[in-house]
């Protein structure tokens, strides 16, 4: 009996053995860990930049083990409020880069998990800093707003329909000084010298004495201008100003003429800014040559004392591109030469800028991070720009509100005269 029972033992194993040497073993569902294939980061420098400031729209994780494949990285931002999982720009073997994400963080924890390896490594704490701070809220019987504009001192000034200016001071708080001024609107309005603030109004151009409040005509034109700049050229400073009527040169003494994108040439003026010699325009073209895009930033060189320029040059078509249109109304530009355009328009990306292709891009891919439908944007002293969104109500639907955002760019604004 006991040789009968170890026989079938031995002819089941051999079955056994038979049975698995006829199918094919399936692949393993993941690579076997190593220590040298691991997903790990940097230990000195594990997340550039350290700090999540504003102005920086890409981060970058580095490390070695990461995958190079498409979908193979997560990136996971962990708040004590919520998990995200951040939009990834890029991704290599040594290091991963993702877009801002869109909340305000001092403790986040930043993991990365490698799906090929069954690996992660996190990152704790990484900061993202604030970017826009809700600056002030004008309440009253407001009409709508018609523009802003910041003097050298970092208060800022709110023109209202209707000819109301508030001034506002770096802390929020705000008064009237005056009720009454000389026209309703101001199309444009611009810091300039000698302590006057600036506004256009279809052919008048009208200052504010900011020592008095008071304002007098300075000059009225012989057609409508929309949008203003200064240039100070050897010692001379020259207004700039234009709309569809073309580009004026308004000198101290107020003789004017136009010296650019004359009626003939159907451009219309959104924009005017000076930046390291040369004369910026934003424009909008209504002809029908077809080699003219119909929206683009041009680039002149200031000629003389007289305000004279030189020809238009193309410097960037904003119709290309992703995010590239027609709906921009006005143009500034940051310490470094950048360029950025805004929309009141669009309803994705209120604030964009120009790459260094040519292309308009938004500043963050997170449309949560910054306001939309903005006319205007002026920058401050520092980092900080302010734009407005127009005339709310308050939750109870009783007090209208302008609303004024103050946003950290990250970087200083262009020089620019009397600021």
């Known amino acids: 009996m006991k040789q009968l029972f170890i026989f079938i033992t031995i002819l089941l194993m051999g079955i056994i053995v038979i049975a698995c040497d006829s199918y094919d073993s399936p692949d393993p569902i993941y690579t076997p860990l190593t220590s040298s294939s691991s997903a790990k980061m940097d230990e000195a420098n594990p997340i550039s930049p350290s700090e999540g400031t504003a102005g920086v729209s890409i981060f970058t994780i580095n490390g070695t083990g990461f995958s190079p494949d498409s979908g193979s990285n997560i990136v996971y931002l962990e708040t004590p409020d919520t998990t995200a999982v951040a939009d990834l720009v890029s991704f290599s073997e040594t290091e991963i880069q993702f877009h801002r994400p869109g909340f305000v963080e001092d403790s986040t924890r930043i993991t990365i998990v490698n799906r090929d390896k069954i690996n992660l490594d996190s990152f704790y704490p990484y900061s993202f800093d604030e970017i826009v701070n809700e600056y002030t809220d004008l309440r009253d019987e407001l009409e709508n707003i018609s523009n802003i504009a910041m003097d050298s001192d970092e208060n800022l000034y709110v023109f209202i329909d209707g000819g109301v200016l508030y001034k506002v001071a770096p802390d929020g708080s705000y008064e ?244």
């Open 176 to 419: 009237i000084i005056n009720t009454s001024l000389k026209d309703d609107k101001a199309r444009d309005f611009i810091n300039g010298p000698n302590n006057y603030l600036y506004y256009s109004d279809s052919k008048d151009i009208d200052r504010i004495n900011l020592q008095t409040g008071q304002d007098e005509e300075f000059v009225r034109l012989s057609k409508s201008v929309y949008r203003l700049g200064f240039v100070e050229h050897k010692g001379v400073n020259i207004l700039y100003a234009g709309r569809k009527s073309g580009l004026f040169a308004v000198l101290e003494d107020k003789s004017n003429k136009i010296v650019e994108y004359e009626d003939d040439e159907k451009f219309e003026i959104f924009g005017i800014r000076y930046y390291d010699g040369k004369l910026y325009v934003l424009a909008e073209y209504e002809g029908s040559d077809q080699g003219i895009p119909k929206m683009a930033i041009w680039e002149h060189t200031v000629l003389d004392n007289t305000g004279a320029l030189s020809e238009k040059s193309l410097l960037h078509n904003l119709t290309i591109g992703e995010f590239g249109g027609e709906a921009f109304n006005y143009l500034e530009i940051d310490a470094d030469g950048r360029f950025y355009v805004t929309s009141e328009k669009r309803k994705d990306y209120g604030i964009l800028t120009i790459n260094s292709s040519g292309e308009v891009t938004p500043i963050y891919k997170d449309k949560s991070i910054l306001p939309v439908v903005i006319d205007r944007i002026v920058w401050g002293n520092g980092n900080y720009a302010y734009v407005h969104n127009g005339l709310t109500f308050d939750n109870e639907a009783t007090n209208r509100i302008i609303r004024i955002k103050r946003l950290d760019m990250g970087i200083n604004g262009a020089d620019y005269i009397g600021r």
